[in-house]
C-alpha cells in the first residue's frame, strides 16, 4: 500500500522568507501523481501544485515549487517570499495513475507565518 | 461557477444514531469522492461515486456507505453512530473519474457524535 510521510508537524517562517516543506512516499508505482493541497482554518482544501512524476521538470506555480526527487521518494513544496495568507495546514497527497480518484494523505504541516 | 458544496456544515448526533451527509458536486462534474478527516487518523479516503456508481472503497466498515444521484449529486451515511465517528466530512468532486482530473473540495461537514 503507499503512504505519505510529512515527518515535520509544524513549521514557522517570518513573513517575506522562504520556507521548505517535506514529504517522502513510499510505492512500488513507477507513474503516479504528487499533490500539494493547502487547508486553512477555514477547512477548504485547496490545491497548491501537483507533480506528475513521468515528468522530470519540478513544478512551479508562481511562489510555490516542488523539489521532486523520484529516486529518493521526495517531493517538497518550498514557498517563497512567505505571506501571512500561507498560513494553513500543508498536506501531501499521492496518487496513482490507474483507478479511482483515491488521494492518500500526509499527516500534515502545520505552518505558521510570523509578522 | 459554483463550488463544491456540502451540508449540513455542522451536526450533533448521538451514540447509535443514524446521519447522512450531502454533498453537490460542481456543474458537470460526475466524479465525487468523501474523506474522513479526524486528528489522529488524519485524512482517509472512504469511497468515490461516479455514474451512480461505487468505483473505490477505503477500509472502513459497512457502517459507513454512500450513493450517488443521477444529477451526480451524492450523499454519504453512517448507521449506529460511534464516538470516534465524530470528523470532518469532506467530499471532492471531479470532472470525470481518472487520475488526469483535478479534485475540487467542498467546506467539509464537521459532524460531533456525543
Known amino acids: 500500500a503507499q503512504t505519505v510521510t510529512q515527518s515535520q508537524p509544524e513549521m514557522s517562517v517570518q513573513e517575506a522568507e522562504t520556507v521548505t516543506l517535506s514529504c517522502t512516499y513510499d510505492?512500488?508505482?513507477?507513474?503516479?501523481?504528487l499533490f500539494w493541497y493547502k487547508q486553512p482554518p477555514s477547512r477548504q482544501m485547496i490545491l497548491v501544485i501537483r507533480?506528475?512524476?513521468?515528468?522530470?521538470q519540478n513544478a512551479t506555480e508562481n511562489r510555490f515549487s516542488v523539489n521532486f526527487q523520484k529516486a529518493a521518494k521526495s517531493f517538497s513544496l518550498k514557498i517563497s517570499d512567505s505571506q501571512l495568507g500561507d498560513a494553513a495546514m500543508y498536506f501531501c497527497?499521492?496518487?496513482?495513475?490507474?483507478?479511482?480518484?483515491?488521494?492518500?494523505f500526509g499527516q500534515g504541516t502545520r505552518l505558521t507565518i510570523n509578522p | 461557477k459554483a463550488g463544491v458544496t456540502q451540508t449540513p456544515r455542522y451536526l450533533i448526533k448521538t451514540r447509535g444514531q443514524q446521519v447522512t451527509l450531502s454533498c453537490s458536486p460542481i456543474?458537470?462534474?460526475?466524479?465525487v469522492s468523501w474523506y474522513q478527516q479526524t486528528p489522529g487518523q488524519g485524512l482517509q479516503f472512504l469511497f468515490e461515486?461516479?455514474?451512480?456508481?461505487?468505483?473505490n472503497k477505503g477500509n472502513f466498515p459497512g457502517r459507513f456507505s454512500g450513493r450517488q444521484f443521477s444529477n451526480s449529486r451524492s450523499e454519504m451515511n453512517v448507521s449506529t453512530l460511534e464516538l470516534g465517528d465524530s470528523a470532518l466530512y469532506l467530499c471532492?468532486?471531479?470532472?470525470?473519474?481518472?487520475?488526469?482530473?483535478?479534485?475540487?473540495f467542498g467546506p467539509g461537514t464537521r459532524l460531533t457524535v456525543t
Open positions: 461515486y461516479f455514474s451512480e456508481t461505487q468505483r
Open positions: 471532492a468532486s471531479s470532472l470525470n473519474t481518472g487520475t488526469s482530473y483535478e479534485q475540487y
Open positions: 497527497a499521492y496518487r496513482m495513475t490507474q483507478g479511482a480518484q483515491k488521494l492518500v
Open positions: 507533480q506528475e512524476a513521468y515528468k522530470q
Open positions: 510505492t512500488s508505482e513507477s507513474d503516479y501523481y
Open positions: 456543474s458537470g462534474h460526475r466524479s
